[in-house]
């Protein structure tokens, strides 16, 4: 596609459900990041992919975080046993190649947990 | 721990004069930085980048500065539109620690007053 393609664009689910969040990054794009951000703060690095291995995960909050990119291409944030301080706004960003800082940024789902 | 800090929420100026932008940084591994921009319900886009090997970076009428010794830089907007109202994040990298994770701050809401 043109762009960072997000879905769901809005996901809301009760409190210990499970939620799955993906990413489809711009064709041919290498390097694959989510970040998570809060109302009025800036993106919240949680981690990132080049290719199908995971570089760095470093910022996923516990282990109830964990997140895929088997085929290299798309992406899958997983949450489980979902908790109201998980609710956010989920981005994803793609790049040509790692080191690239130029990301370009998906337009986010936005995961309320009630 | 906040390692990227953007101290002032927010700015405005008159459309035709200087915006100035600024971050600063705690982590002396960092080595790369960049300037992103938001508009409401979009992603962030990239603006400019600059390595620490350089002190200052051109693109039009955006401007980045960096004072390595002080641990900060800037962003400087010349002439300011009113198109340029937006929320700025200032991002930094520590690429030769080998990971290429991007750190954000927590952005300055422009408003660009015609």
């Known amino acids: 596609g043109a762009g960072v393609s997000q879905s769901p664009r809005y996901k809301v689910t009760k409190r210990g459900q499970d939620v799955a969040l993906r990413c489809d990054p711009i064709s041919g794009h290498v390097s694959l990041y989510w970040y998570r951000q809060a109302l009025g703060q800036g993106p919240e690095f949680l981690t990132y992919?080049?290719?199908?291995?995971?570089?760095?995960k470093s910022g996923l909050p516990n282990d109830r975080f964990s997140a895929e990119r088997p085929e290299g291409s798309i992406s899958t944030l997983t949450i489980q046993r979902t908790e109201q301080r998980d609710s956010a706004m989920y981005r994803c960003?793609?790049?040509?190649?790692?080191?690239?800082?130029?990301?370009?940024f998906g337009e986010g789902s936005r995961l309320t947990v009630l | 721990d906040q390692q990227v800090k953007q101290n002032s929420p927010s700015l405005s100026v008159q459309e035709g004069r200087i915006s100035i932008l600024n971050c600063d940084y705690t982590n002396s591994m960092f080595d790369y930085f960049l300037w992103y921009k938001k508009y409401p319900a979009e992603g962030p886009t990239f603006l400019i980048s600059i390595s620490s090997i350089k002190d200052k970076n051109e693109d039009g009428r955006f401007t980045v500065f960096l004072n390595k010794s002080a641990k900060h830089l800037s962003l400087h907007i010349v002439p300011s539109q009113p198109g340029d109202s937006a929320v700025y994040f200032c991002a930094a990298s520590a690429r030769t620690s080998g990971t290429y994770k991007y750190i954000f701050g927590t952005g300055t809401r422009l408003k660009v007053l015609a």
């Open positions: 992919f080049n290719y199908e291995a995971q570089q760095d």
């Open positions: 960003a793609s790049s040509l190649a790692e080191g690239r800082g130029e990301l370009f």
